[in-house]
């Protein structure tokens, strides 16, 4: 789905009314608002609350460089017109966001990314991952299937961070390397 | 905001021997997307009709945007209805419509109207009849919103339209939520029976049942009270610690839906889980006596009131 078209031209029949009945000043804004350079979606199947879903979004295209200091999350209601989800969800993920750190507000403009979460150097990705592989190998040696290995990974990581104490928060080098198991 | 956009006290409403809603006592507060939830012939309907004026109380007495009588021009002015199903005058041209509309109310914003159906793509001289279901949908609630109310109150908007067209329907709904008003957009409360959409839409729940009130909050309130405990099922009825608001039961094993929080202590061999929106729903609806309700009075905290099982 394509922001750009909450605000200004719909398209014929479908258009999912991003200028929608809240805006008083003139319902369709002429004003080319700029875009941010991702887009939201919705797994409404994964069991995730709405806004962690979009918290997570947001962190993901920090990991992967689609999002960099200084660019801007979509509108509100640009979310909520294209979603199709209640307001107050959207603005719950973006506050979340600016508790974390990785976000600040500028009023009457929208929300900016103002810090990048932490990247662990290629080399040493590299060599997590061989070690990690490694740690494959033996477990399907020992006869665990993929769904065991995940399992097991899953539970261990909670652990891990569980006995922490949540010293520091989850993600960074860590779910990199889920991403990569899974 | 402190305002309660639907205020009932004690509110009832009989057809002939037949109660239709009784002892129905809510405070919907202003600035949410509240949705009226329940089986067919749980009072929904009745519920909305009483609160925009267009039935009379059997007993009790109901108030809408912070103490108004439903009915008086204030409120009338105020609040923009949606009947079921989106009813529009199948022979009247759109057109006309906004022109009918425009004269019987005393403010409509016919330049938002004009600008929504050409994004829309809705011809003004096309006969309301002629449209498809979504359009016609899509009309009706253009002219609600056009009257630029404060409480937008929906009927069963979604039950007849395609996926596409709920969709569009809702985003247009919720981003008059969002809107930039001086009251910081348009509160709605909208009747519906499609669960699996609610938790995306609402933020406050009211479950109707039997003509009652049983389930009332916000909804983060409801989901961080209540928790899925699954454990043996042998221990399933020792479960006393918080209160039990339903069961499933298997031979080994039994989930009990029960109104606890993260912090509550979770007994040895039993797991704790979040609970959906939906599930939870579900779980009152098949435990008519179980309640969630506010304290007494317009409190927005939910106490462990009566349980049952």
Redesign the interface.
């Known amino acids: 789905m394509d922001i750009d078209k ?1 605000i200004g ?16 000043s ?3 804004s002429g004003r080319a608002t700029a875009a941010s350079p991702i887009e939201f979606r ?1 797994d ?1 199947a994964s ?1 995730v609350p ?1 806004y962690l879903q979009l918290v997570h979004q947001v962190e993901h295209a920090l990991r992967l460089g689609y999002l960099k200091l200084g660019d801007q999350l979509p509108k ?2 640009d979310v ?11 603005l719950k993920a973006y506050k979340e966001l600016e508790t974390k750190g990785l976000t600040a507000g500028r009023p009457g403009q929208g929300t900016f990314i103002q810090a990048t979460l932490s990247q662990v150097a290629l080399p040493e990705l590299t060599a997590l991952r061989r070690s990690l592989l490694g740690w494959l190998g033996t477990a399907d040696g020992a006869g665990l299937d993929e769904d065991g290995m995940v399992a097991l990974f899953t539970s261990a990581l909670r652990d891990f961070y569980e006995r922490r104490s949540g010293s520091r928060t989850r993600g960074g080098a860590a779910s990199g390397e889920t991403e990569g198991v899974a | 905001m402190s305002m309660n956009v639907i205020e009932a006290t004690g509110l009832g409403k009989r057809y002939g021997s037949t109660w239709a809603l009784r002892e129905c006592t809510l405070a919907i507060p202003a600035g ?2 509240a949705a009226l939830v329940g089986p067919n012939g749980a009072g929904k309907t009745t519920l909305l009709n009483l609160a925009v004026g267009l039935a009379e109380p059997s007993a009790g007495g109901v108030t809408v945007l912070g103490g108004l009588p439903p009915g008086s021009p204030a409120a009338l002015d105020g609040i923009a209805f949606v009947a079921q199903d989106t009813p529009v005058y199948k022979n009247l041209s759109a057109a006309d419509m906004l022109h009918l509309t425009r004269n019987l109310n005393r403010r409509f914003d016919q ?2 109207a004009e ?2 159906l050409a ?3 809705i011809p003004l001289n096309r006969k309301a009849g002629k449209l ?1 279901g ?2 016609q949908a ?1 009309l009706a609630l253009t002219l609600a ?1 056009a009257r ?1 109310p404060r409480l ?1 109150v929906l009927d069963e908007p979604v039950a007849m339209l395609d996926p ?2 709920r ?2 329907f ?12 001086e009251a910081g ?2 509160s709605v409360v909208l009747s519906s029976h499609v669960l ?2 609610l ?5 406050y729940l009211i479950l109707l049942s039997q003509g009652r009130v049983q389930v009332a909050g916000e909804v983060d309130d409801l989901l961080a009270s209540h928790r899925m405990l699954t454990g043996p099922a042998a221990e399933a009825d020792k479960y006393a610690e918080r209160p039990v608001v339903h069961v499933r039961r298997g031979e080994a094993q039994a989930h009990l839906l029960v109104r606890a929080t993260a912090d509550d202590p979770v007994p040895p061999g039993w797991e704790a889980h979040p609970v ?1 929106l939906e599930e939870l729903t579900l779980a009152y609806l098949r435990e008519p006596g179980a309640a969630a309700l506010p304290g007494p009075g317009r409190g927005r905290h939910t106490q462990p009131s009566e349980v049952t099982q």
């Open positions: 909450g031209k719909g398209r014929v029949g479908v258009s999912p009314a991003g200028a929608g009945g809240g805006d008083r003139t319902a369709p919705l409404a069991g709405t509100v209601r909520v017109a294209s979603l199709a989800i209640n307001p107050n969800t959207v | 949410h997307v330049r938002y600008a929504r994004e829309l793509g498809s979504g359009q899509q919103l630029r937008l596409v067209a969709h569009d809702m985003a247009t709904v919720l981003a008059a939520a969002a809107g930039k008003g957009g348009v699996t959409e938790e995306r839409v609402a933020d959906g």
